[in-house]
């Protein structure tokens, strides 16, 4: 089975300008979370959809916003771009349990 | 408020050697322990994970033990390799499946040959 895979896997932007990143979970998987690493701050969830759902929202501004579509692809959106939003984010797809597996992640720098 | 706690932030062993990683978490209700190895440019690849009804799980080389009463958990590595160095990140989730993971701060490890 193709793992997770995360479009594009860098991406150079200035400050206040929207970024869209895509996501394609592994087959058969209709869960998808975001998650944004940082060095200073770690890994930090950001969002799970479910079914086109979101379930799930982490603690972030409402700036970072996501959807899933019916084939279970998810795209995360932020707009308005700071400095502080350079980082890795990295996308995980899970059957409907636990068991999360990751992406590649995309690289985003904020110039 | 960093709901589980990883230490050591680095850590070097020999090869051979064991390597321990440590975690602890506050939140009684996370009932999913997860660890995740990280290469550099890589996303984190699940390695092994544990259920609070047992105390020990074993996969390989690499072993998990909890502790419920303490609400710690460990990961060891066993006949470390310098293929094994990476970044380890522990992780909990919460009951009734939800997806979101709280991650530990990772451990940085390198084996020396």
């Known amino acids: 089975k193709a793992g997770v895979t995360q479009t594009p896997r860098y991406l150079i932007k200035t400050r206040g300008q929207q970024v869209t990143l895509s996501c394609s979970p592994i087959?058969?998987?209709?869960?998808v979370s975001w998650y944004q690493q940082t060095p200073g701050q770690g890994l930090q969830f950001l969002f799970e959809?479910?079914?086109?759902?979101?379930?799930n929202k982490g603690n972030f501004p409402g700036r970072f916003s996501g959807r899933q579509f019916s084939n279970s692809r998810s795209e995360m959106n932020v707009s308005t771009l700071e400095l502080g939003d350079s980082a890795l984010y990295l996308c995980?797809?899970?059957?409907?349990?636990?068991?999360?597996?990751f992406g590649p992640g995309t690289r985003l720098t904020v110039l | 408020q960093q709901q589980v706690k990883q230490s050591p932030q680095s850590l070097i062993v020999q090869k051979g050697g064991i390597s321990i990683i440590n975690c602890a978490y506050e939140?009684?209700?996370?009932?999913?322990f997860p660890w995740y190895q990280q290469f550099p440019g890589k996303g984190p690849a699940l390695l092994i994970a544990?259920?609070?009804?047992?105390s020990e799980k074993k996969e390989g080389r690499f072993t998990i033990s909890f502790n419920k009463s303490a609400k710690q958990f460990s990961l060891h590595i066993m006949d470390s390799q310098p293929g094994d160095s990476a970044t380890y990140f522990c992780?909990?989730?919460?009951?009734?499946?939800?997806?979101?993971?709280?991650f530990g701060k990772g451990t940085k490890l390198t084996v020396n040959p």
């Open positions: 995980a797809s899970s059957p409907t349990g636990d068991t999360q597996y």
């Open positions: 087959s058969g998987h209709r869960s």
């Open positions: 959809y479910f079914s086109e759902t979101q379930r």
């Open positions: 939140n009684t209700a996370f009932d999913y």
């Open positions: 544990i259920r609070p009804d047992v």
């Open positions: 992780a909990a989730s919460l009951q009734g499946g939800s997806e979101k993971l709280v």
